[in-house]
C-alpha cells in the first residue's frame, strides 16, 4: 500500500514537471511573422512619367456659340443632349421684318434680272440692225443718215444693257446683305457635335456679351469626335518628353480600367502657379474611337506617358523593394527571412525590373510596414 501511494506521488509529479516545461516552452516558443509576399515573374516593365494633378478630359472642338445681337428667343430648334450637324439651325431669334427685307430683295434681284435680260435682248436686236442698214449703206441703198440713227440706237441700248446689268448686281449686293442681317437672328452649328448646354427659352430676351464681361453662351455645342486629356507634367520631366509618347489614361469614373492615348502636344512654355510648382501642360489624345463613346467632356484623368519598355523582364512590385536596393525574400525551406541585395533596371510606381538577386518563383516580402521585420525572422505567409 506504502508502495502504491509512492508511485502516484512520483507519477504525479513527472505530470507536473512536464506541464512545466510545457509551460516554459510555450512562453518561449518563437511565433512566425505573418507577412505578405508576392511571387516573383516576367512580364513588362515601363519607364513612365505621371501628372504631377489631375488631368481634364477635354473636346478638341467646343464653342459657346452667342448671337451676335439682341433679340427675343422665337424658335429653339434643338434641346440638350441632341447631336447636330454641321450648318444645322439651332437657334433664332424674332426676324420677321428681317424676312419681309430679304423677300423683298429677292423679288427686286429678280425684277433686275429679267429687265436686263428685256434691254439685253433690244440692244442685240439694235446691234443686228445696225449691222444690217450700214451694209445696205454701203450699196448705197439706203442713206447715210439712216444708217448712223441706227447704229446710235445700238449703243443706247448697248449702254441700256450694261447700266441694267450694274442694277442687278446692286440687287444682288442688296439680297446678300439681307441675308447677312436675316442669318444673325439665325445661330446654326459651326460643325457636327452635341448640345451641351442652352441659355434661354422661347420668349426670353437675350443679349450680346459686352466687352469684357462674360456672358453665358446661348448654346454649348462640343464635338465628341476627337477628345483629349491636358494635365500638368512637372518640369524635371518635360524634357524627356516628345510627341508621339504612347501613354495610358486612367479615369475616376472607370476605376481599375485604363485607356490607350497618344501624346499630342507639350505646351511650349512653363506654368508657374506656385512657387516650388512649376509645371508643363500636354495634350493625350485618345486613340481609340469606341473609348470616346463612353466618356464625357469634364472627366478628371489621370496619365502615364511611356518613356520605354521592357516586354519579358523580371519584375516585382515597387512596394518590395528598399531604399537601399534589397528586398526580404522568403526562405520556404526554413520559414525565414533573407535580405537580398538587388541589381534594378527600369521602374514606375507598379513594378521594378530586377536584372540580378531574384528569380521567377522566388516569394519576397511586400508589407514592409509591419513591425518585426528582420533578417532571419521566422515567417509565415499571410494568404497561406
Not at 128 to 133: I, K, S, T, W
Not at 148 to 176: P, Y
Not at 310 to 320: L, V
Request: net charge negative; with cysteine; glycine share 6%.
Amino acid at each position: 500500500m506504502a508502495a502504491h501511494l509512492a508511485m502516484k506521488r512520483i507519477l504525479v509529479l513527472i505530470l507536473a514537471a512536464a506541464l512545466l516545461l510545457g509551460a516554459i516552452w510555450y512562453t518561449r516558443r518563437e511565433e512566425p511573422l505573418p507577412v505578405t509576399l508576392h511571387t516573383v515573374e516576367r512580364g513588362v516593365v515601363e519607364r513612365t512619367v505621371a501628372n504631377t494633378r489631375a488631368g481634364t478630359i477635354k473636346a478638341c472642338r467646343r464653342s459657346a456659340l452667342s448671337m451676335p445681337g439682341g433679340g427675343r428667343v422665337e424658335v429653339l430648334h434643338v434641346k440638350e443632349g441632341q447631336e447636330v450637324a454641321a450648318g444645322e439651325l439651332l437657334l433664332e431669334l424674332w426676324n420677321e421684318d428681317r424676312r419681309a427685307m430679304t423677300a423683298q430683295a429677292e423679288s427686286q434681284l429678280a425684277a433686275a434680272s429679267h429687265r436686263r435680260e428685256q434691254l439685253c435682248v433690244e440692244a442685240d436686236n439694235a446691234a443686228r440692225e445696225a449691222r444690217r442698214l450700214a451694209t445696205l449703206q454701203q450699196r448705197k441703198l439706203v442713206s447715210e443718215e439712216l444708217a448712223q440713227a441706227a447704229d446710235t440706237r445700238a449703243r443706247s441700248a448697248a449702254f441700256a444693257c450694261r447700266a441694267a446689268g450694274d442694277e442687278q448686281q446692286t440687287a444682288a449686293a442688296s439680297l446678300q446683305m439681307n441675308r447677312a442681317l436675316l442669318a444673325e437672328t439665325q445661330l446654326r452649328a459651326p460643325f457636327a457635335g452635341i448640345v451641351a448646354e442652352i441659355n434661354g427659352e422661347v420668349g426670353e430676351f437675350v443679349t450680346p456679351s459686352p466687352p469684357g464681361i462674360p456672358m453665358p453662351p446661348a448654346v454649348d455645342l462640343i464635338d465628341y469626335s476627337c477628345l483629349y486629356v491636358t494635365a500638368p507634367i512637372d518640369e524635371v520631366d518635360a524634357g524627356r518628353l516628345k510627341a508621339g509618347l504612347p501613354a495610358r489614361i486612367s479615369l475616376d469614373a472607370f476605376r481599375g480600367e485604363h485607356f490607350a492615348g497618344r501624346l499630342d502636344r507639350i505646351a511650349p512654355y512653363v506654368m508657374e502657379i506656385e512657387k516650388q510648382a512649376r509645371t508643363v501642360d500636354v495634350d493625350v489624345l485618345f486613340t481609340n474611337a469606341a473609348d470616346r463613346e463612353r466618356l464625357l467632356v469634364g472627366y478628371s484623368a489621370d496619365i502615364d506617358l511611356v518613356l520605354e519598355a521592357h516586354a519579358d523582364a523580371i519584375r516585382i512590385p515597387s512596394e518590395a523593394l528598399m531604399d537601399n536596393d534589397t528586398v526580404y525574400r522568403f526562405d520556404p525551406a526554413s520559414s525565414r527571412l533573407e535580405r537580398v541585395a538587388v541589381q534594378t533596371g527600369i521602374r514606375n510606381w507598379n513594378f521594378t525590373e530586377i536584372t540580378a538577386g531574384l528569380a521567377p518563383g522566388d516569394r519576397v516580402v511586400t508589407s514592409l510596414d509591419q513591425q518585426g521585420l528582420a533578417e532571419g525572422v521566422l515567417a509565415t505567409p499571410a494568404d497561406d
